[in-house]
């Protein structure tokens, strides 16, 4: 059996977070992914592509399968790249 040296991770984000992100989003997604995924023992190097969402929100996929996103995270992700205070709800 050969063990596969990557995960394929896909970030889907609404239009105004996707024309707000930077390039270097990428590269630090995949930096951040890798050490978690090596802190838990998963030695394998995630592969990120960003792109424009269907919907409003924020969509997550590893290796085809649905990661559910809590509406908090994509609060925080919008404030965090709009440089705009976090209001709750």
């Known amino acids: ?7 394929e ?3 889907a984000l609404s239009a105004a977070l996707t024309d707000a992100a930077e390039d270097a ?3 630090r997604l995949e930096t951040d ?9 998963v030695y394998r190097q995630p ?8 919907s ?4 997550v ?6 990661c559910a996103v809590p509406d908090m995270a994509v609060t925080q992700a919008s404030a965090y790249v709009q440089g705009s205070p976090l209001i709750p709800r």
């Open 9 to 11: 991770v896909s970030v």
């Open 25 to 27: 989003i990428v590269a």
């Open 47 to 54: 592969v990120v592509g960003l792109t424009a969402a269907s």
């Open 61 to 66: 996929m590893v290796d085809g399968r649905s």
């Open 33 to 41: 992914l890798r050490d978690l995924m090596h802190g838990l023992g």
């Open 56 to 59: 409003a929100s924020m969509q």
């Open 1 to 7: 059996m050969t063990t596969a040296t990557t995960v």
